[in-house]
């Protein structure tokens, strides 16, 4: 048996014990090592899916997955190129007969083995799955940051060497974009936040970032025209979740001809945004919904990601409404850059 956090989508969850399966015909069991947390898993949490087709519950989130492989068929082993004890990195997107789905987000655990989430002692990985291997050297909670920095690494396609970026949240997502916008070559990195965020913007700083803004304490557009002398950001990066006004402000920081990549989901309308901006500017709007796991995974793999500053905090399984707690902001007196769960 396993145990797993089974969410039931009305804000209420349980720990189960569920069997172990066998492999299917060209698949794997993964015995999971340790579980990045999202913003995604909190609307998870509260009903909401992330997903275009809806969600299925009562299901087992969790899609920053890194763990070992403990069973696997010839045919997956030859597919993948690993075997029994490695360790990988999984893919979320998991290609099936019925077209894709996502790992931690639309499988109901009434579904097959129902571990189909990465918040579970083990995941039972698909034929359709996809998994990287990745180093033994560092911990595996820290290697979580594998997920959003394959994120990050596709919404930093517009930056060129020499760039000045501005990232708008210092959130999870956020940090990893710090990373991803640096191996990327840009020359300056400007990440913005609320007084709330004081503890995400000083790790900012230590991740690599040049400059941080507090926008309740200084205007963020007067300190972006005085860093850059006038000449505003080449490329801007929306990476806050849950608050749209971001949006109208990335247009205001960037220079004429510039790019702006709307990559935070934002879970409401956005009000007072003008069209006009776009061709009166000559911005190129961007979105950020790509994934490129394996140039994340290469960074780690090569030591090019402060993996432990990335991590912020991480809980055993059974803590994991403290995890939650740390994640939603809630924790009093307490804040993280990210929270992982760790299984063994």
């Not at 579904?111 to 998994?131: D, K, R």
């Not at 596709?154 to 191996?183: F, L, N």
């Amino acid at each position: 048996m396993t145990r797993a956090i089974v969410f039931n989508g009305d804000e209420t969850w349980e720990l189960r014990d569920l069997p172990v399966p066998d492999p299917q015909p060209g698949g794997a069991v993964l015995r999971v090592e340790a579980t990045g947390l999202c913003h995604s898993d909190i609307d998870h949490f509260r009903g909401h899916v992330h997903t275009s087709w809806g969600g299925e519950f009562p299901s087992i989130a969790g899609h920053e997955i890194v763990g070992r492989i403990e069973k696997i068929t010839p045919a997956a082993a030859e597919k993948w190129g690993v075997t029994e004890g490695d360790r990988v990195a999984v893919w979320d997107i998991v290609f099936t007969p019925q077209g894709h789905r996502i790992y931690g987000h639309d499988f109901s655990v009434d579904e097959g083995s129902g571990l189909y989430g990465g918040f579970a002692e083990h995941l039972e990985l698909l034929p359709g799955s996809m998994v990287y291997k990745l180093r033994d050297d560092v911990p595996a909670d820290q290697l979580t940051v594998f997920e959003p920095l394959s994120c990050a690494v596709t919404w930093v396609a517009p930056v060129k060497s020499g760039d000045v970026v501005v990232i708008e949240g210092p959130g999870h997502m956020g940090m990893a974009t710090i990373v991803a916008a640096k191996a990327a070559g840009a020359a300056s990195v400007i990440v913005t936040g609320t007084a709330k965020d004081a503890f995400r913007l000083d790790c900012a700083r230590r991740i690599g970032a040049d400059h941080t803004i507090d926008v309740e304490a200084a205007d963020p557009v007067e300190r972006v025209r005085e860093i850059t002398g006038g000449q505003m950001a080449d490329v801007v990066i929306d990476a806050a979740a849950g608050n749209p006004v971001t949006v109208n402000l990335a247009m205001d920081l960037v220079h004429k001809g510039g790019h702006v990549v709307i990559a935070g989901m934002k879970d409401r309308p956005l009000e007072g945004f003008h069209s006009d901006w776009i061709p009166t500017r000559r911005i190129t709007l961007h979105p950020g919904a790509g994934l490129d796991a394996a140039g994340a995974v290469a960074l780690i793999n090569a030591g090019e990601v402060p993996t432990a500053e990335l991590l912020g905090d991480s809980f055993p399984l059974e803590k994991f409404e403290d995890a939650f707690a740390l994640l939603t902001r809630s924790t009093p007196g307490r804040d993280s850059v990210r929270v992982a769960l760790r299984m063994s």
